[in-house]
């Protein structure tokens, strides 16, 4: 059992195991937890899932891997270069957000700054991911990014919406798990399989953050399930953004990058097309957290957004 | 309830989706694009918000013809007549599937 006290003052909750703070709006608002509170654990449970990128990458035999993996390799440290310029624009637009509300709902401002404090730990935890997965490239010269492409992929994304960039940060985790897991239980390089299932595992604690964050904003009353409908529906359409790369075309930006659009299209059936099924479930049980909205298919979240969209009023017309 | 002409159907979609972009309908015809919306819409930021300017449209359209257009994601370099074309030909097979019942 861990047994933190200072001066005799224990932490709540430091004889269980740490975990992602499930209910934080009410925690907060009703004077349940405090900030301190809230990191603490943060903390803890950022520590209790420490691990040691060379210790994993020293595990791997590299003289093993198929073409397969080095193409899920190279791709896959591509793909994390842009976690960090994610968890950047999530720090500074939380603590934008957390000035915006304070004052005004004092329960609210605490949240953004839960949200822009624990990104401190999605971007280490993402730094592990990209270090892992290029240095494996630049190693056995499988394309590793060169010095324009970390620059290019480094672009910090446009502000949106905060509740809309956490669904879509959450629905990005779950693209990310799911390949993860689906690809380590095809590799038979068993250090390359432990690397996979540790990120795996890492990308799903980070979905549970961003839900954890979203649901916060609907329990608020000041952000409205549409917003996370939407980002849904974006994804899981038909032609929609869980299915990245493998889409006919994929739209150009110039003002950030999307990691799913910028994959090499497939190496046999290497592809975001791996784990569909799975991906689509995790969206509707991230909806139903998030809003308590009950979903089901594609055709769900899209009729149940509209059903949201059409009770706002419409523009007239000229 | 608008029985579903042609002209009808297309006219109804560019009126409210002019207004709900903000832009006038001449500014969405020819070879304007998804991109060129999003870029000039004084109310689009990005291709989510345009995705909501669909749907309002779209609900508006089930108002109107008593029908419900789904649109699929389309490339962003997609014309906004093409779009347009989309929702007149979902009307018009819905609509054709409900007389012949």
């Known amino acids: 059992m861990e047994q933190m006290e200072v001066n005799n003052v224990g932490r709540k909750g430091a004889n269980r195991e740490p975990s992602v703070w499930n209910n934080l709006y009410a925690s907060l608002a009703g004077s349940e937890a405090t900030l301190l509170d809230v990191i ?20 791997i035999d590299m003289s093993a891997l198929t073409a397969a993996d080095r193409f899920f390799i190279a791709n896959a440290g591509r793909a994390e ?23 005004v709902d004092d329960s609210l401002a605490k949240i953004m700054q839960a949200c822009g404090t624990w990104s401190r730990y999605w971007n280490e935890e993402e730094a592990h991911h990209e270090t892992a997965f290029n240095f494996i490239a630049a190693a056995l010269a499988i394309n590793p990014p060169d010095d324009m492409t ?50 795996g595992a890492d990308e799903v604690q ?4 961003f839900i954890s964050f979203a649901k916060a904003l609907v329990d608020s009353g000041r952000y409205g399930a549409k917003g996370a409908l939407a980002i849904a529906h974006l994804f899981v359409r038909p032609g929609g953004e869980i299915y990245g790369a493998t889409r006919g075309q994929t739209a150009e930006r110039t003002t950030h990058v999307n990691w ?38 594609p055709e769900d979240i899209e009729d149940k957004w509209m059903d949201l969209v059409s009770s706002e009023p419409a523009v007239q017309c000229q | 309830m608008n029985t579903g002409c042609i ?36 109310r689009i930021t990005n291709s989510v918000d345009l995705m909501e300017c669909f749907a309002k449209t779209s609900n508006a359209v089930r108002r109107e013809f008593g029908v419900r ?33």
Not at chain 1, 40 to 59: G, I, K, T
Not at chain 1, 268 to 293: E, N, R
Not at chain 2, 72 to 99: C, G, K, S
């Open chain 1, 206 to 209: 980070h979905m549970r953050y």
């Open chain 1, 40 to 59: 603490w654990e943060q903390h803890r449970f950022h520590e209790h899932r420490r691990w040691d990128v060379r210790e994993l990458v020293r595990s």
């Open chain 1, 81 to 103: 270069l842009t976690t960090k310029p994610g968890a950047d624009r999530v720090t500074r637009l939380a603590d934008k957000e957390c000035r915006r509300w304070l004052g």
């Open chain 1, 150 to 199: 970390v620059i290019e992929y480094r672009k910090i994304f446009p502000d949106d919406d905060m509740l809309r960039t956490l669904t879509l940060l959450a629905c990005s985790e779950i693209n990310a798990a799911v390949t993860y897991n689906e690809y380590a239980h095809r590799t038979t390089e068993p250090g390359l399989k432990a690397l996979l299932l540790q990120v």
């Open chain 2, 7 to 42: 002209a009808d159907i297309g006219a109804f979609v560019y009126e409210r989706f002019s207004a709900e972009v903000g832009l006038a309908r001449a500014d969405l015809e020819g070879q304007v694009t998804l991109a060129d919306v999003v870029h000039r819409s004084p």
């Open chain 2, 69 to 101: 257009v789904r649109l699929p994601a389309y490339p962003v370099n997609t014309t906004i007549e093409t779009l347009v074309h989309a929702f007149i030909d979902q009307v018009q097979a819905q609509l054709a599937t409900e007389r012949a019942v």
């Open chain 1, 260 to 297: 799913w659009d910028n994959l090499d299209t497939a190496h046999g059936d290497v592809s975001l097309l791996m784990g569909v099924k799975k991906k689509l479930s995790m969206t509707y049980k991230m909806v139903q957290q998030i809003t308590g909205i009950e979903v089901a298919s």
